[in-house]
């Protein structure tokens, strides 16, 4: 059964965020500079769910401020999402990476750190329930749909989860990483769409508009 806020001791986000200031759930925040909570309003019919910060989340505080932000705004965008109306979180807290030299080198979180950061992402949940959470990459679908997920089976669909009704597409970063300027603008035409799929779904079940 997915938690429901009155299961935890925190009453709202403002008391969560700083509860997850101090986390030490997992080693994660040894290496970085501090805890990154999601952000938006405590009533976002829509939850976008990402993986975990990087290096200027990490620096900055919040979600995706970072080149995958920069673009992730820009696919907002273009679908007729307003972010300021949507809650933006990760699945994972604290940036996990390698020192190597003046870098911070990105590494992707393993099962236990991803388990061990759901009880942030559970409370966010069930204090926002959102109508719509839409996970971003294969690290968000995992954590919460609390199974290995492949992504192309499922993308682009409203499902329904032990984490409320999903709607999977790719993490930003994956069209950043693409080798050339044509498949990253076929992707992200093709993010868009996703994207746009989730609104429209929100408004065929309308009770909060986005």
């Given at each position: 059964?997915?938690?429901?806020?009155?299961?935890?001791?925190?009453?709202?986000?403002?008391?969560?965020?700083?509860?997850?200031?101090?986390?030490?759930?997992?080693?994660?925040?040894?290496?970085?500079?501090?805890?990154?909570?999601?952000?938006?309003?405590?009533?976002?019919?829509?939850?976008?769910?990402?993986?975990?910060?990087?290096?200027?989340?990490?620096?900055?505080?919040?979600?995706?401020?970072?080149?995958?932000?920069?673009?992730?705004?820009?696919?907002?965008?273009?679908?007729?999402?307003?972010?300021?109306?949507?809650?933006?979180?990760?699945?994972?807290?604290?940036?996990?990476?390698?020192?190597?030299?003046?870098?911070?080198?990105?590494?992707?979180p393993?099962?236990?750190?991803?388990?061990?950061?759901?009880?942030?992402?559970?409370?966010?949940?069930?204090?926002?329930?959102?109508?719509?959470?839409?996970?971003?990459?294969?690290?968000?679908?995992?954590?919460?749909?609390?199974?290995?997920?492949?992504?192309?089976?499922?993308?682009?669909?409203?499902i329904?989860?032990e984490?409320?009704r999903?709607?999977?597409?790719?993490?930003?970063?994956?069209?950043?990483?693409?080798?050339?300027?044509?498949?990253?603008?076929?992707?992200?035409?093709?993010?868009?769409?996703?994207?746009?799929?989730?609104?429209?779904?929100?408004?065929?079940?309308?009770?909060?508009?986005?």
């Open positions: 059964m997915p938690a429901t806020a009155s299961d935890y001791d925190a009453t709202d986000l403002s008391h969560l965020r700083a509860e997850a200031a101090s986390c030490r759930r997992c080693p994660l925040w040894r290496n970085a500079t501090q805890t990154v909570f999601g952000e938006g309003p405590a009533t976002a019919a829509m939850m976008l769910v990402g993986e975990q910060p990087g290096d200027k989340e990490d620096l900055a505080g919040r979600p995706f401020v970072g080149p995958a932000g920069i673009l992730l705004d820009q696919a907002l965008q273009e679908a007729g999402i307003d972010r300021a109306k949507i809650y933006v979180t990760n699945a994972v807290k604290h940036f996990k990476n390698e020192p190597r030299g003046k870098r911070r080198l990105h590494k992707k393993d099962a236990d750190e991803i388990e061990a950061c759901r009880w942030w992402l559970d409370r966010e949940s069930a204090l926002v329930r959102p109508r719509l959470t839409v996970a971003l990459g294969v690290t968000a679908a995992g954590a919460l749909m609390r199974r290995p997920v492949t992504i192309g089976r499922m993308r682009g669909q409203a329904e989860s984490s409320g999903l709607w999977i597409t790719v993490h930003p970063s994956y069209l950043l990483r693409l080798p050339d300027e044509a498949s990253r603008q076929r992707e992200f035409v093709r993010f868009v769409k996703d994207l746009e799929g989730a609104k429209s779904w929100l408004a065929s079940h309308r009770k909060r508009v986005i």
